[in-house]
């Protein structure tokens, strides 16, 4: 399973310059010129996998319902994009697989996590490897799945084990190396605030890939990829593109 792993993915699409996982914001990365995109994926009540990354509909669209209790047309009519700014009014909060399409479209790989409601982590990780199945752009690069569920990855790793996985946790878990050998992983992904330079050191001598979230600073950003760190994933990736090439990174 090879992996190859772009300096600067985009959190949520570009989360400070469009509204979080709509298309919106991943036509906004790719006009940014970002490689990649991370969005999360999760499961409406009647099985629809969509892009969305809190528990409820509320900080997005205003509904004080949970997803799990949602069916997908109760979700479709939702205004996801107006809590960003008018711009985005009436933004959709989309399906998995019209984001994919959307992908292909615009030539934009990505760091697809899956981030299943309580109880759905097999579900949801069996319904996305179905959908990057049929539906993943030939064109782009292989889709790097990551996810905090490990029932997730696992559930991955039966479904659709061509597709590279990676561990996502805050600070570097004490059994790692296990997780990711069970796991069959390729890289690990940690938060910035637990990231350090001795965990980095860990998994790249390792062999493993390396991303960090969510760094928004590019000073940060330059100093992290000086640590080894491969990716930096990040909600301004035009201020972290210009400083990891103001620096020669
Ligand atoms: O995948 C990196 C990052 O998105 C994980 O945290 O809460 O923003 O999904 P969160
Ligand atoms: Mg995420």
Known sequence: MSLVLPSVIGHRGAARHAPENTLAGLRKAAEQRVPWVEFDVMLTADGTAVLHHDETLKRITGLDRPMAELTYAELAGLDAGSWFGAAFA????????????????LGLGANVEIKPTEGREVETARVAARILRRCWPASLPQPLISSFRRASLAAMQAAAPELPR??????????????????????????????????????KTAGFGLAVYTVNDPEEAVAFRGWGVDAIITDDPPAILAGLAAAGL
């Open 90 to 105: 009436d933004e959709p909060v989309p399906t998995f697989e019209e984001a994919l399409a959307c992908l292909g479209a």
């Open 166 to 203: 990676g561990l996502l946790a805050e600070g570097l878990p004490d059994d790692w190396r296990a997780a990711v050998a069970e796991l069959g992983c390729a890289s690990v992904h940690l938060w910035r605030k637990k990231l350090t330079r001795a965990a980095v050191e860990a998994v």
